[in-house]
Nanobody, 115 residues
Framework: QVQLAESGGGLVQAGGSLRLSCAAS????????MGWYRQVPGKQRELVAT???????NYADSVKGRFTISRDNAKNTVYLQMNSLKPEDTAVYYC?????????WGQGTQVTVSS
């Protein structure tokens, strides 16, 4: 069983930065893609960024140029560096790891950006 531990959320003013971390632990056979998603009340969870095992990245248009996803395969950890934060970035951010026997979600971490 794989567990995910997220950290780094919080309250920040518009224009500020935060760095989210998500570490996988437990019995890990393999990890493929890792990613971050976010959700606000009343809306569907949406993709923020993903990173493949080989390092290829994919970003939502709304965060391109402001957010950077990275991973440390030796530590089974994925990061999300968020710069130039906007109030519309306020959401619960969830880590997702594509692993065996099935993908795993983190518990979520709140990011609040004040104007």
């Amino acid at each position: 069983q794989v567990q995910l531990a997220e950290s780094g959320g919080g309250l920040v003013q518009a224009g500020g930065s935060l760095r989210l971390s998500c570490a996988a632990s437990g019995v890990i056979f393999a990890i493929n893609a890792m990613g971050w998603y976010r959700q606000v009340p009343g809306k569907q969870r949406e993709l923020v960024a993903t990173i493949a095992k080989g390092g290829n990245t994919n970003y939502a248009d709304s965060v391109k140029g402001r957010f950077t996803i990275s991973r440390d395969n030796a530590k089974n950890t994925v990061y999300l560096q968020m710069n130039s934060l906007k109030p519309e970035d306020t959401a619960v951010y969830y880590c997702n790891v594509d692993t065996l026997p099935h993908p795993v979600w983190g518990q979520g971490t709140q990011v609040t950006v004040s104007s």
